[in-house]
Nanobody
């Protein structure tokens, strides 16, 4: 079992910044890609940013140039630096990890952290 714990969400004014953190723990022996997804009310969950073990990254077009994803493999952690936030960035942000345990390899999700951007 893999647990992902997120932190760093909150309320911020448009144009402001937030940094999300996610740490993985549990009985895994390898974590492959990690990423952040978000889900706004009434919308589907969407990919925000993703980073591989080799630090290759990809971003949703809507956040390119404003958000930066990074990871610390030694800490099994992933971060999302969000700058120039817009009201449309308001959503619950979920951490995701592609991880392997003794029994299986699958995607794991955190509980989500609310990000609210006020106009």
């Amino acid at each position: 079992q893999v647990q992902l714990v997120e932190s760093g969400g909150g309320l911020v004014q448009a144009g402001g910044s937030l940094r999300l953190s996610c740490a993985a723990s549990g009985g895994f022996f390898s974590i492959y890609a990690m990423g952040w997804y978000r889900q706004a009310p009434g919308k589907q969950r969407e990919l925000v940013a993703r980073v591989t073990t080799g630090s290759s990254t990809n971003y949703a077009d809507s956040v390119k140039g404003r958000f930066t994803i990074s990871r610390d493999n030694a800490k099994n952690a992933v971060y999302l630096q969000m700058n120039s936030l817009k009201p449309e960035d308001t959503a619950v942000y979920y951490c995701n990890a592609d991880a392997a345990t003794t029994f299986s390899r699958q995607n794991y999700w955190g509980q989500g952290t609310q990000v609210t951007v006020a106009s």
